[in-house]
């Protein structure tokens, strides 16, 4: 179990260090000035090159990234070109409402769509089956922002049971915060569980096929307690990692949805930090969407062995 952790944490730590070089290559690449969208059109080329060498945009590439990664080993993602403000700042402020808001959004797509794929496996092939095929099928084919929409046209304009947008803030007003964020997680768990109900419908049907499953039948054990006893920890894997790869999904999500219901999350941010240029800004909120993306993947790694300890001999 422990060389199993070590060598996840290696990957771990590996895999951190490829999405740094990637997100700094990426943007370093794209064309356009930080410099000249700071002074306007109107600014001299003197005044480019001062600001360009006090931003540190002049030296060659491989030192800025030198830079940029030594200060974000010290925690340190460094000051917005345009607002001056620190970015660590502004990027964990915004996460106080995109993190509760993926993981509201998965915990109701788990709450729903696996008692549903279980029962629907559990009862295959008949009107059980049927209906939850279909309403899967239906959820596949609408579009977070589309729900959300709808959503905020029905329960929030037309019978004001929630908000249509915006958020008070966790310190002002904690209720009124998680209530602004029914409407998004829900718009965002439509999808996933639909998803995540085929899947857990698919992995259970697999399990019951196999012999365990028909010696616990032979040995007196109806379908369904089979199914309770042996059958739901088998099928546990491959539901957890859809979960993880969910989850990374829904915080692409985000981005969207923070835009439809006007969250200051950090997907608007992202967005926000685009349409200005402010690279460094860019930088910072991409690369923690990649770490938390990363994490939620070792976490998921780290589950395997707790599920199923054939997994720590591998």
């Known amino acids: 179990m422990a060389l199993f952790t070590l060598r996840r944490l290696a990957i771990f730590v590996v895999s951190l260090w490829a999405a740094s070089v990637i997100v700094f290559a990426l943007l370093s690449v794209l064309p356009g000035d930080p410099a000249a969208v700071i002074l306007g059109t109107q600014a001299t080329p003197e005044s480019l090159a001062s600001l360009r060498s006090e931003l540190g945009l002049d030296r060659p590439v491989v030192v800025q990234y030198l830079d940029w990664s030594g200060d974000l080993l010290r925690g340190d993602f460094g000051t917005s070109y345009i607002n ?24 109701l797509a788990v709450l729903v769509a696996v008692p549903a794929g279980v029962l629907a496996a559990a009862r295959h092939r008949k009107a059980t089956d049927t209906v939850v095929s279909t309403l899967s099928q239906l959820g596949l084919a609408v579009p977070a922002f589309w729900a959300g929409l709808v959503f905020v046209t029905f329960l929030a304009v037309r019978w004001r049971i929630f908000p249509a947008g915006g958020f008070p803030g966790w310190s002002d007003d904690f209720l009124g915060s998680l209530k602004a964020l029914v409407l998004p997680s829900v718009s965002l768990a439509l999808v996933q569980g639909a998803i995540l109900a085929r899947y857990v419908r698919s992995a259970v049907l697999e399990v019951m096929n196999e012999d365990f499953i028909r010696t616990a039948r032979a040995k007196g054990l109806t379908r369904t307690g089979a199914l309770w006893r042996h059958g739901l920890r088998n099928a546990a894997i491959p539901v957890v990692t859809i979960l993880g790869l969910q989850l990374a999904a829904l915080l692409a999500g985000t981005v969207v949805i923070e835009s439809v219901f006007v969250l200051p999350g950090l997907g608007n941010l992202l967005l926000q930090a685009i349409s200005r240029r402010d690279l460094l800004l860019v930088q910072g909120a991409a690369f923690v969407i990649a770490a938390i993306i990363l994490l939620v993947n070792l976490i998921v790694d780290l589950s395997y062995p707790l599920i199923d300890p054939r997994v720590r001999r591998r």
């Open 84 to 107: 001056r403000l620190s970015i660590g700042r502004q990027i964990v402020d915004r996460l106080t409402v995109t993190v509760p808001l993926a993981l509201m959004g998965i915990a």
